[in-house]
C-alpha cells in the first residue's frame, strides 16, 4: 500500500508563488512515475506535471516555464514549485504515484486558492 500526504497549499495572490510538497510512505519502486494533478470545482482533473525514476519532466503547456516538479533523493518526497499564480489556477491540487499496470495512487489533496 502507498500512502501520499500533500501539505504546502494556502490563499495566494495573483502572481505569488507556493510550493506544494508530498510524502510518501510505503512501497515505491523504482520505476514509478509520480506527478501532480489539480481539479477545480466544477471541471475535470487535469494534469499538471510528472516527474519519472529517470529524473524526467513533463509538463502541462499552460505551466511550462512557472512551474517545477522535483523529487528527494531519497525518492520518498516530491515537490511542485509554482510561480506567477494565476487565479484561474484556483484548484484542488494532488498527489499521485502511478506505478501502472499494478497500481495508481492519489493523496487528499491540497487547497489552492489564487486570488486578492
Known amino acids: 500500500q502507498v500512502q501520499l500526504v500533500e501539505s504546502g497549499g494556502g490563499l495566494v495572490q495573483p502572481g505569488g508563488s507556493l510550493r506544494l510538497s508530498c510524502a510518501a510512505s510505503?512501497?515505491?519502486?523504482?520505476?514509478?512515475?509520480m506527478g501532480w494533478y489539480r481539479q477545480a470545482p466544477g471541471k475535470e482533473r487535469e494534469l499538471v506535471a510528472t516527474i519519472s525514476s529517470g529524473g524526467f519532466t513533463n509538463y502541462a503547456d499552460s505551466v511550462k516555464g512557472r512551474f517545477t516538479i522535483s523529487a528527494g533523493n531519497v525518492k520518498n518526497t516530491v515537490y511542485l514549485q509554482m510561480n506567477s499564480l494565476k487565479p484561474e489556477e484556483t484548484a484542488v491540487y494532488y498527489c499521485n504515484v502511478n506505478q501502472s499496470p499494478y497500481g495508481n495512487y492519489w493523496g487528499q489533496g491540497t487547497q489552492v486558492t489564487v486570488s486578492s
Open positions: 510505503g512501497r515505491i519502486f523504482s520505476n514509478s512515475v
